[in-house]
């Protein structure tokens, strides 16, 4: 034989097959370490600067000496974050609002996907479209809509006042109640697929047996179809939940001045005080309690269906 | 019993579907609207859209974003495509759970944090190598294409799950490499999942407000940021005309594609059917 020696061709087939595949991964990888996972040692770095008129507007960490590098540390900011009531109030308030919320839309969304699982089969289709139509127009626009509807010469206060109703217009945009209505309207289409997707996987007849058994409608339900829409209830929670609670656009255009939530307030320090070792130092107590929290409940989410199946 | 029930559902879905539409039928009429005040009608008129097309700063920042929109939205595929893939289709290696938790996170990850740091990214960058030189479109188009080819990677992913692999791995034992599988097998079975993973980014990028307004710089400002400032002091007529032409694009782009999903459906039960008829 005499093809003990690879060919050309073929060396060159097998150092492709060999590199092809770390190209594959190495792209997505080192885009993703740079313009993702670097970014946020830099935060870090820079949350344990001090605040300074320059440019950038703070200090260095470490400065060149004879000796070697001098490191200064300032532990202040995070010190500054406990002391002030400020941030643990906009945090604690955050996560309130968020949940208040995703619980409004769950009442609204479940019956809605409800209705659309049980709908005929074209009519099914297009209330689905009707449901997904708004994501795909401009966020901004749907919550400035309700600018209009509910501020002081707004829609509603022009019309009570028309019918007599009330005599003096009412506040309802900078209130919480104006953001939990910007939350719900924003996110409804995000609770009801997940749900619509499960209810309509689900199999009538479980239901029809429970009433045969000689439940009442409503113990049907509570026992077989709530139960059995739970992945379709957790998922849509976390979809509205999780953008939600780092909202700034919605208590900004609609809340009041005290309507703290947390990414309002790491907006505020980066753009109104200028201090970006704070807001840093915001950012990364956000990702410690907030988003790690999050990324580990879905990964138990995702092992235990894993499990389950 | 069942009677009771399906009022419920009808008015919870009458209900629900006003209360999403609603606000928008409100923003569209008084787009035409001749007046300057939302509440009072005072007679029909395109005067807004004429404006709205005089406002030289508000058209460069729907160029500026459109020209965003259609880069990131490119750069996201390129980067997201192979993510996804090597998701699904490359088991383990070394560093596979640093590379799932990157491709998950920007999903989870709210947008100031994601902003910021991407801000704090290319100041130092600037300060070390001198690029990016000042913030503008391309650091928009790179903080862009960051986070929605997590999304990419996604739908990608969940398009591979789903499709079965026989196809591949015949080609594979016909001693076809790697590189002509992908572009002559799975690339045409995902087109579709590309084609939503693109008109995806490119929505989340026009969208964005959050993370441009971090990274942008004098000259690039996105459309967002332009409605933002002119919104935050009240209801502007101008805004109405604009919500209305965009919620217009966006009707017509959802029908159009939604006809084509249909047809293309017909045709494949067709040529099922007729397969079946012919065995």
Known sequence: MSSDKPTLKQRYDRLMLKHGRVIVIGLPYLWLMLFFLIPFLIVLKISFATAEYAQPPYSALFTWIDEGVNITINFGNYLFLLSDSLYISAYLNSIRIAAISTVITLLIGYPMAYGIARAQGSLRSVLLMM??????????????????????????????????????????????????????????????LPLYSTLEKMDVSLIEAALDLGCKPWQAFMKVTLPLSMPGILAGSLLVFIPSVGEFVI????????????????????????????????????LLFLVVPIMWFQHIQTKQEENGQ | ?????????????????????????????????????????????????????????????????????????????????????????????????????????PLVMPEVITGLSLLLLFVTLEQLIGWPAGRGVTTIVIAHTTFCAAYVAVVVQSRLAGMDTSVEEAAMDLGAKPAKIFFVITLPMILPALLAGWLLSFTLSLDD???????????????????????????????????????????????????????????????????????
């Open chain 2, 209 to 279: 407000l959050v993370i441009a307004s971090f990274v942008a710089g004098p000259g690039s400002t996105t459309l967002p940021m332009k409605v933002f400032s002119s919104v935050r002091l009240g209801v502007s007529p101008e805004i109405n005309a604009l919500a209305t032409l965009i919620i217009l694009a966006v009707s017509v782009m959802i029908v159009i594609s939604s006809l084509l999903i249909l047809r293309s459906e017909r045709a494949r039960t067709r040529s099922m059917n007729q397969s079946t008829i012919d065995n």
């Open chain 1, 131 to 192: 449901v997904i139509l708004p994501f795909w127009t401009s966020f901004l626009i749907r919550v400035y809509a309700w600018i209009g509807i509910l501020d002081r010469e707004g829609l509603i206060n022009a019309l009570l006042l028309n019918l007599g109703i009330i005599s003096e217009p009412l506040i309802m945009r900078q209130t919480e109640f104006a953001v939990y209505i910007g939350i719900v309207y924003t996110y409804l289409p995000f609770m009801i």
């Open chain 2, 1 to 105: 019993m069942t009677g009771k029930r399906s009022t419920f559902l009808l008015s919870a879905l009458v209900f629900g579907f006003a209360f999403l539409y609603v606000p928008i039928l409100l923003v569209i009429i008084y787009s035409f609207n001749e007046g300057k005040l939302v509440t009072v009608w005072t007679g029909f008129s395109f005067k807004w859209y004429v404006s709205l097309f005089s406002n030289d700063g508000m058209i460069d920042a729907a160029w500026n974003s459109l020209r965003i929109g259609v880069m990131s939205a490119t750069l996201a595929l390129a980067v997201g495509t192979p993510a996804g893939l090597v998701m699904s289709r490359f088991g383990r290696f070394k560093g596979r759970t640093l590379f799932s938790g990157m491709v998950a996170a």
């Open chain 1, 251 to 286: 208590p900004e255009l609609l809340g009041g001045p005290n309507t703290l939530m947390i990414g309002r307030t790491l907006w505020n320090e980066f753009f109104a005080n200028r201090d970006w070792p704070i807001a840093s130092s915001v950012a990364i107590a956000m």
